[in-house]
């Protein structure tokens, strides 16, 4: 059982339709642009690969807010026992589609019922960026209490420092979402008030649908 529940974002239910709205042309944009595949991106795979490989004989692996199922797909190719969970239907809808093989599920990250030390890796890979300021510690201490002693966490996300509203989207598809950018240090520094130890960092620069980025991996201490 999960030791406190995590306080509900007051935007959940718009920032899910908003994404129930693009699930379809996200999905298609990157099936056929590549852009959001991990494998067009070197450094972003290499991430991954290094995540892959950390955690391969851990225990099971989840894909927090995994989209059309990419990155779930791509660690299940490598061998994981991962899972994929996503805020949107659709997404998941999608993602099921694109990737029979997987398993996929709806879910909030702020919703999870995750077990203690049930988990050899977590993923919040570009996911958590719509969790309010006040909400994101939360979901991190779930991540840190859900994973094994040695298990790792990776996320990436956006860098700056501004709550910047989205309202279209992937087309022009009208949408409602507030991306809550963070400094490198402020990210790094929330991750280890989780109970998490960062053990790799990398920032990288603006790119032509982005500006610039941060990944993180993290492990739960032994």
Request: proline letters at 8%; a negative charge.
């Amino acid at each position: 059982m999960r030791a406190h529940p995590i306080d509900r974002p007051a935007d959940l239910d718009v920032v899910r339709e908003s994404y129930d709205r693009v699930a379809d042309n996200y999905a298609d944009m990157v099936v056929t642009t590549g852009v959001g595949d991990i494998r067009r991106h070197p450094w972003l795979r290499a991430s991954i690969d290094a995540f892959a490989d950390t955690v391969r004989e851990l225990g099971p692996v989840l894909d927090v807010g995994c989209g059309p199922g990419t990155v779930t797909a791509y660690l299940a190719e490598r061998g994981l026992d991962v899972s994929g969970v996503d805020l949107s239907p659709r997404m998941i809808e999608n993602a099921r589609r694109l990737h029979p093989h997987c398993r996929f599920s709806v879910a909030s990250a702020t919703d999870l019922d995750l077990d203690e030390a049930s988990l050899g890796g977590v993923l919040g890979w570009w996911s958590l960026f719509n969790l309010p300021r006040d909400v994101l510690p939360q979901v991190l201490a779930l991540f840190a209490r859900a994973l094994k002693p040695g298990g790792h966490f990776i996320t990436a996300t956006h860098v700056g420092d501004e709550d910047a509203v989205r309202t279209e989207a992937y087309g022009g598809v009208p949408v409602r979402w507030t991306t809550h950018k963070w400094q490198p240090e402020q990210f790094v520094d929330l991750i280890e008030q989780a109970g998490l130890h960062p053990v790799a960092e990398l920032r990288l620069p603006p790119e032509e649908y982005s500006g610039p980025s941060l990944v993180v991996m993290a492990k739960r201490p032994c």
